[in-house]
């Protein structure tokens, strides 16, 4: 496991912060002991939190078998649904949406081989990323990755009520290599999966799913 070089910002922020606090609680609060102690065990807490939101985990192997769409995130699966999906395909495509906690690791890694073939970002609202609205009214960034036998996959980062920012870090005509990061949110959010109709998706409501290790559907 490593710290995500995005986090490094918001880590020594969260560091300088809690040690001014710190200092201050232990100069005007000397005597004040039953003060001191849950504070400090708090603002600790805060900064360990700091370092886990942007680990990086480097234990898994990606799951590589044909035809198989591997989770792009950690998290739970909060949506499986036929919808009709307005942004690219302008056609019917089954919806699989996985809502990353604030305590989910938060890189997003490519769910198939193949070529970039679409991006756009998209400003937006706060909403909670776990509302269903989130997915057309939220801060979001929407990918499309084409395979060999072209066959595409939508797949949107989404900004929930706490995240500050979208991290993608691919474009148009970029390879993707199923498991390989593409990019992260910061603080709280979801991921959507637009697949084609007849996919056999293998998750079920309420499901906990593993980047790069969980296949979420098979593309027929």
């Known amino acids: 496991m490593y710290i ?3 986090g490094y910002g918001v880590i020594a922020t969260v560091i300088v912060i809690v040690a001014v606090i710190l200092s201050l609680l232990y100069i005007f609060c000397q005597d004040a002991i039953f003060v001191k ?3 400090t065990v708090a603002l600790l ?3 360990f939190w700091s370092f886990t ?3 990086v985990p480097t234990n898994r192997h990606v ?3 044909e035809n198989a769409v591997v989770s792009s995130a950690d998290g739970e699966i909060v949506a499986i649904e036929e919808v009709e999906e307005t942004e ?3 056609d019917k495509r089954i919806q699989v949406s996985i809502f990353m906690s604030a305590y989910n690791v938060h890189v997003n890694w490519f769910p198939i081989d193949g070529i970039v073939s679409y991006r756009k970002y998209h400003p937006g609202k706060k909403l909670f990323a776990i509302n269903p609205k989130s997915s057309d009214l939220n801060e979001r960034n929407t990918l499309v990755v084409r395979d060999e036998k072209g066959r595409e996959v939508l797949f949107r980062q989404i900004a929930g009520v706490m995240a500050r920012r979208i991290i993608c870090n691919v474009n148009i005509g970029d390879k993707a290599v199923a498991g390989e990061e593409f990019g992260i949110i910061r603080f709280g959010s979801r991921v959507d999966f637009f697949l084609p109709v007849g996919s056999d998706i293998i998750v079920k409501i309420g499901d906990k799913v593993r980047g790069k290790t969980s296949v979420i559907a098979y593309m027929k």
Do not use: A, S
């Open 53 to 55: 939101f942007f680990r």
């Open 63 to 65: 799951v590589r078998k």
């Open 88 to 90: 690219y395909f302008h």
């Open 4 to 6: 995500h070089k995005k």
């Open 37 to 39: 102690i849950p504070i």
């Open 45 to 47: 807490i805060v900064v």
